[in-house]
């Protein structure tokens, strides 16, 4: 049975830090490109950071450059998500999704792939951050 399972949410003050976890199963996750989405009530979900299979080219939007920063343990068959010095606008339900044979950038993935193009979608975890 393939999963993708997101973990590691939680609510912290501002400046915090949390580290999400996505963990797959029943499939070769190797070999799939992952984002990290994420979506607040009453907006589309927005790609915030992507990574290749290998893991070697990553993106982040320019609203959580130099505060997230995106990994994957592909013997592990997991990817993070560490988010330092969150803020408020960072709340929001994050997802990670996965697709296969994206021969595009990760900026690409993030910015220009439709969500209907990816194979696996998590079921979210939920992140708040107030004082």
């Known amino acids: 049975q393939v999963r993708l399972v997101e973990s590691g949410g939680g609510s912290v003050q501002p400046g915090g830090s949390l580290r999400l976890s996505c963990i797959a199963s029943?499939?070769?996750?190797?070999?799939?490109?992952i984002g990290w989405f994420r979506q607040t009530p009453g907006k589309a979900r927005e790609g915030m950071s992507c990574?290749?299979?290998?893991?070697?080219?990553?993106y982040y939007r320019d609203s959580v450059k130099g505060r997230f920063t995106i990994s994957r343990d592909n013997a592990k068959n997991t990817v993070f998500l560490q988010m330092d010095g969150l803020k408020p606008e960072d709340a929001a339900t994050y997802y990670c999704?996965?697709?296969?044979?994206?021969?595009?950038?990760?900026?690409?993935?993030?910015?220009?792939?439709?969500?209907?193009?990816?194979?696996?979608w998590g079921q979210g975890t939920q992140v708040s951050v107030s004082s």
């Open positions: 029943g499939f070769s996750f190797h070999d799939y490109a």
């Open positions: 999704a996965a697709m296969l044979r994206w021969i595009d950038t990760a900026e690409g993935l993030c910015t220009f792939a439709r969500e209907y193009e990816f194979d696996y």
């Open positions: 990574i290749d299979s290998s893991g070697s080219d990553t």
